[in-house]
């Protein structure tokens, strides 16, 4: 048993949120997450006024789906911010938008979305850089709370600093008032980026194909064999040519997949 001076976890508990864990979202808790999961669920023990974990277990591992996706909010990581991993962004400007000249939309989907930095920084080199031209983005994410956010497209001013300048002046609108110290995304491009729940570890809906998609910073809490099964439906999405970006600490490796190193962590689809 681990003890933080609130309510316990005992080893059975917390073995058993693992596996619910795992066979939800596809992550994949250390040992060491123990105290984690304490620390993070220990509000909701309050506000049911439990005080063992099974209590609070036997209604998310239940038919409460409001408490499952709550417990699953609180135990995803979602990190990001805006232009993260820039060279991925150079190579969008120079490369994949820099061939384009089809008349059709360009599509790019951030999977894994979190609070939508990432979507938004497509957003605004699409905005730029395809002029008049039809683009959409759809953003995704398996957490209803930074899904929220991201539709929002408001941000605190020390969350902006990867936003180049010309983009802050074009692209986002300085807070005023009540509203002093944040931004809001422009509405030119909010209206062509969509934010939906989806599980990328679940067989996905329709989503047509994409000529870019960004899958960063998530397959770090897969196993192998998850990553292989999210990276293998993702290509499916893909129209031949475009584009796979996956995080800089991240790796296909062993993955047989129908896919061309262009450079590390950018393939293109064969
Ligand atoms: C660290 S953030 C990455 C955000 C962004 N892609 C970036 O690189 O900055 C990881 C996101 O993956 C989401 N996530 C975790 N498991 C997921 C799953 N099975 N399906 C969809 N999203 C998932 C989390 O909710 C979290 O918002």
Not at 2 to 17: A, L, P, R, Y
Not at 128 to 147: F, M, R, Y
Request: proline share 3%; glycine share 6%.
């Amino acid at each position: 048993m681990v003890n933080t001076g609130q309510v316990e976890i005992t080893d059975s508990e917390f073995k058993e949120f693992r596996s619910f864990l795992y066979n939800e979202t596809g992550i994949e808790l250390s040992d060491k997450k123990r105290t984690l999961v304490m620390t993070r669920l220990a509000k909701r023990l309050r506000a049911y006024k439990f005080n063992t974990f099974s209590q609070y277990f036997d209604l998310i591992f239940g038919h409460d789906l409001k408490e499952k996706q709550q417990a699953i909010d609180l135990l995803t990581t979602n990190e990001t911010y805006f232009f993260r991993e820039p060279e991925h962004f150079k190579f969008l400007t120079d490369t994949i938008i820099g061939e384009w000249n089809s008349p059709r939309s360009f599509r790019a989907w951030s999977a894994a979305s979190s609070t939508g930095e990432e979507a938004y920084s497509i957003g605004m080199i699409l905005a730029d850089k395809l002029a008049n031209k039809p683009w959409e983005i759809q953003g995704t994410d398996i957490s209803h709370t930074v899904l929220n956010a991201a539709s929002n497209g408001h941000y605190q001013m020390n969350r902006i600093d990867g936003i180049p300048p010309s983009y802050l002046k074009r692209f986002c609108l300085k807070g005023r008032d009540e509203f002093e110290g944040s931004l809001l995304v422009d509405s030119k491009i909010r209206q062509k980026v969509r934010f939906y729940s989806m599980n990328l570890t679940k067989p996905l809906p329709e989503t047509g194909l994409f000529d870019v998609i960004f899958l960063r910073n998530v397959m770090i809490y897969f196993d192998a064999k998850t990553k292989e099964q999210v990276v293998r439906q993702l290509i499916e999405r893909i129209r031949p040519g475009g584009y796979f970006l996956i995080g800089h600490s991240e790796s296909l490796k062993g993955m047989n997949v129908t896919l061309k190193l262009i450079k590390p962590t950018i393939y293109q689809k064969l």
